[in-house]
């Protein structure tokens, strides 16, 4: 099973920048894709961005040319840099990872969440 855990999330005004960090650990065969979600008070669970094994990324539209993700170690620790802020930003993030414990089994696995909130 893998074990995902967030950091990085705080308080930040409009305009400001966060960095979150998800780390996974545990037994896993391999990590095919970690992304990176957020819900919002009242709001359905979104995706923000992702990125897969060969190097693929994408992104909400929402957040194109503001956040970027980037993965380190075979994907075992992915970021989101969070660059010009806004209110609409505020939400629980949440750090999802996809791929094999074993040559058969998948799992889907996600961390606690971490809160950012955009405020003045």
């Known amino acids: 099973q893998v074990h995902l855990v967030e950091s990085g999330g705080g308080l930040v005004q409009p305009g400001g920048s966060l960095r979150l960090s998800c780390a996974a650990s545990g037994s896993f065969f391999t990590i095919n894709g970690m992304a990176w979600h957020r819900q919002a008070p009242g709001k359905e669970r979104e995706l923000v961005a992702s990125?897969?094994?060969?190097?693929?990324?994408d992104y909400a539209d929402s957040v194109k040319g503001r956040f970027a993700i980037s993965g380190d170690n075979g994907l075992k620790t992915v970021y989101l840099q969070m660059n010009s802020l806004k209110p609409g930003d505020t939400a629980v993030y949440y750090c999802?990872?996809?791929?094999?414990?074993?040559?058969?089994?998948?799992?889907?696995?996600w961390g606690q969440g971490t809160q950012v909130t955009v405020s003045s």
């Open positions: 999802n990872a996809k791929g094999y414990s074993d040559y058969i089994h998948a799992y889907d696995s």
């Open positions: 990125i897969n094994l060969g190097g693929g990324i």
